[in-house]
Every structure is written in structure tokens, then in C-alpha cells.
């Protein structure tokens, strides 16, 4: 964590794991023909690590800090989701790759893979407040339950963006 928390350049009171049963550490696993759509991420920074690509596809575009914890920026996201990509980067990961970025306020996505061979990424979440965990309306949509846990930190989140 010290050394995620130091490449972020986040102040210790203000760095944490993401406190969700279901979406701490993950392992993403993508099978030919899926990719997943832009988004942000519920928890603030996002670790991948590269374990296997897929034959072909599987990208990972994002637009660096295109919203902030105060403002959803929805003009600019607009202008990505309708095809601007002046401010679109590519990345092709590797497996071994480790990725570390604030998934919370890049717009992100990866493109669709082909092939017979999965794409599997690990996953680390980290939040900026202690006891942070997914929404109960966005882990449902992610994962189809919820768990007690969920529900005890419904509003522990600083901002109010949208998941």
C-alpha cells in the first residue's frame, strides 16, 4: 500500500482499501466478443495488473481526469461517448503490466476481445476514506446482490458523484 499510496502522491490519512467484500481484489476476466463500456470506477485508485491478454482486442482507453470530486464534467464525457478522441489514450497492458490510476475521475473502458483465449486482470481498490464500500444501487448492478455490509456504509462516500 505505501508504495501505490507514494506513486499516487495521496497523503497516508487519506488513502485506504476499498472496505467491499465483492470488489477489493478482484480477478476481471474477459471472453471473445466483450470488453466493458466507458465508465468510472466507484472506488477513487485502481491497480490492474496484467495476467493474461486475449488473442487480439482488449485495449484499455481512458481520459485522464476528465471529471473531479466536485463536478461531473457531463459536456466532456459527451463528447467522448460521442466519439471525440482528442483526449482518449490507448494503453495495451501486458501480462506483468501493473497499472496504477484514479479510476474515480478517468472516464475508462476496454475494447471488446477476439479470440478463444480469456483476458484476465487482477484488480486492487483503494478509497480515500476509511470504511468506503460500493453503493448498494451500483453493487447490484455489478455484481446482482448486495450484502448487509453494503448497506451499513451507504453514505460514508465524500462525493457525490455518479456511480
Known sequence: MPFIRNA????EDRFFRYDDPLADVIINMVEGGDGFP???DTNN???TLGIQNAQSGGEFEYVPMLRTPTDERFDDVSEVLNGDRTRVTQLVLEP???QIFKGRYS???VNPVQGDRRRYVG???FV???GMCGSVERTRQLYGRVLKHHCDRAGLREDNLID
Open 38 to 40: 466507458w465508465h468510472y
Open 45 to 47: 485508485f485502481t491497480v
Open 8 to 11: 499516487l502522491e495521496e497523503p
Open 128 to 130: 480515500e476514506r476509511e
Open 107 to 109: 472516464l475508462h473502458k
Open 96 to 98: 506483468g503490466d501493473l
Open 123 to 125: 484488480i486492487f481498490s
